[in-house]
């Protein structure tokens, strides 16, 4: 099978703001080194978890020039690159260094709710102008339209378009999927908590919020995973599960950051209209780390 690259644990990196929410250049490269050590295998930038949607241009050409200065074991780097607007979307590949970048992740339209004909012909013009491999990222939950398996299987077959991170939750869309893919087409999982099942189905991997805080512990997860050691598999997988509500009880990356913050990576400060997390959540996520 090819495009290895993306098999195994890719980190959704959170974008470390200072109090005064400039970008914290200093605990990023604290971040790096951190999920570095913890055996992650590739980088995703820029996407949900980097809060992409409040990150100014300048910021985000300045936040990739960082990760590609900071990345000694040339980890492959995927682009959050996406949007619902696809002329724009497209125009922006222009102002955009690829040089260092092996892919971009790309996510359904959102707002405008397009019909399964209009996420075919979006996630197509965008893949056909794109400089590098194309991964489909499908959310529902958050962008309001659900990429059918038929749509998805429809993409698989263009030359630029490598697999989906799947976030719909639903594993049978995932089954179809894997059926009638073809081979060098991947699954990767979007759900930290599903990332076994995801794999046990025909996955390869995840796009992980929560190696941010537990590199290790989602890499071992996901390697033995694939090994088919499912019994080593879960022993990592239950270090985690039952912080795993209180990760995304009040928004992503907002959970992530503070379990950054008590683990002395970074400082838990997001942009508007994310709020810090409340003492509450600290609190109920410092006594179950201390438990464990």
Known sequence: MTNKKYYGTGVALITPFNEDLSVDFASLEKLLEYVNKGGVDYYVILGTTGE??????????????????????????????????????????NTINFDGIDGILTVNPYYNKPSQEGLYQHFKAVSDASPVDVILYNIPGRTGVNMLAETTLRLA???????????????????????????????????????????????????????????????KMTNFALANDYASANVELHKFCHLNKLFFEEGNPVGVKIMLDILGICKPFVRLPLVKASDGLRTKMKSLIEKA
């Open 52 to 93: 992409s949607s409040t990150v100014t241009e300048k910021e985000k050409t300045e936040i990739i020039a960082f990760i590609k200065k900071n990345n000694p074991k040339k980890l492959p780097i995927v682009l959050g690159h996406g949007g619902n607007d696809t002329s724009k979307l497209i125009e922006s590949y």
């Open 157 to 219: 077959s263009h030359p630029k378009v490598v697999g989906i991170k799947e976030a719909s939750g639903d594993l049978a869309q995932c089954i179809d999927i894997v059926k009638q893919k073809p081979s060098d087409f991947l699954l990767i999982g979007g759900d930290d908590i599903l990332t076994l099942p995801m794999i046990s189905v025909g996955g390869v991997g995840a796009i992980s919020a929560i190696s941010n805080a537990f590199p290790d512990i989602t890499s």
